[in-house]
């Protein structure tokens, strides 16, 4: 089982990521609404995706993850954004911070594991 932070203030986008991840058995979703949230729970449970929003009130996606690099906890997480801001320049730019990738919002929820797990392919895996 695949385990997955998402990470977005938006309560809608929330309900649908969920819906749409745990239709699929391979997938085992966790919610948080806060950077400080994401914080607090990838101290206490092990995460193999984080899926991140760029645009948060407080600390923002890219900041999380540049704290997520200097937790002990999740520095190897792999992190991908979620996030609406998918100009050519704005992907380079978090893939440059050390995304995985960038999925656009709003996405399909019929094709939402389908990308996520597109995403997880591109994780090398260990030898």
């Known amino acids: 089982m695949t385990r997955v932070l998402c990470v977005d203030d938006d309560r809608l986008l929330r309900m649908i990521a969920k819906s749409a991840l745990e239709r699929d058995a391979e997938f085992s979703l966790t919610m948080a609404n806060s950077a400080a949230m994401a914080l607090s729970l990838v101290r206490s449970r092990a995460f193999d995706l984080v899926l991140l929003d760029v645009v948060m009130p407080g600390m923002d996606g890219p900041a999380l993850l540049r704290a997520l ?59």
């Open 69 to 127: 690099r200097k937790h002990p906890c999740a520095q190897a997480i792999p992190v991908a954004f979620l996030t609406a801001q998918t100009q050519a320049r704005d992907v380079t730019h978090l893939l440059e911070l050390g995304a995985i990738g960038v999925l656009k919002k709003p996405f399909n929820p019929a094709t939402f594991a389908n990308e996520v797990r597109a995403l997880l392919a591109k994780i090398p895996v260990p030898a």
